[in-house]
């Protein structure tokens, strides 16, 4: 199975609070996050249609961010929002969903 690149994928992405397109979403070259791989992530399974554990992979996201000392602007309810927002609008069942934070400087 082939895969589409990174550059070339649709959809949506939940960026600085607001759904863009997939190609819209972008951070600086020379983003802390992206050179020094400073930043917290937190994989989720979509099955039929619904993120498993959501509620508790959020919560771990945020002890992750807190361990690393960064604030994520935004309430664990937001990022479920956010999260379901995602799921909804990709109209997807099955799925690996991944919530990230780089950390700004």
């Known amino acids: ?3 589409v690149p990174f550059d070339k994928r649709s959809g949506k992405i939940w960026f600085n609070n607001e759904l863009v397109d997939w190609s819209n979403a972008k951070i600086h070259v020379l983003s ?3 050179h020094y791989a400073s930043c917290v992530f937190e994989g989720e399974r979509v099955y039929n249609g ?3 554990k959501l509620e508790e992979h959020t919560a771990r ?3 992750s961010a807190k361990r690393m000392g960064f604030e994520i602007p935004y309430s664990e309810s937001d990022i479920n929002s956010a999260c ?3 799921i ?3 109209k997807c069942s099955k799925r690996l ?3 990230s934070c780089l950390e700004r400087k």
């Open 88 to 90: 909804s609008c990709s």
């Open 32 to 34: 802390h996050g992206f």
């Open 84 to 86: 379901n927002k995602i």
């Open 1 to 3: 199975m082939e895969q």
């Open 61 to 63: 996201f945020f002890h």
């Open 50 to 52: 619904s993120i498993f």
């Open 97 to 99: 969903c991944k919530a």
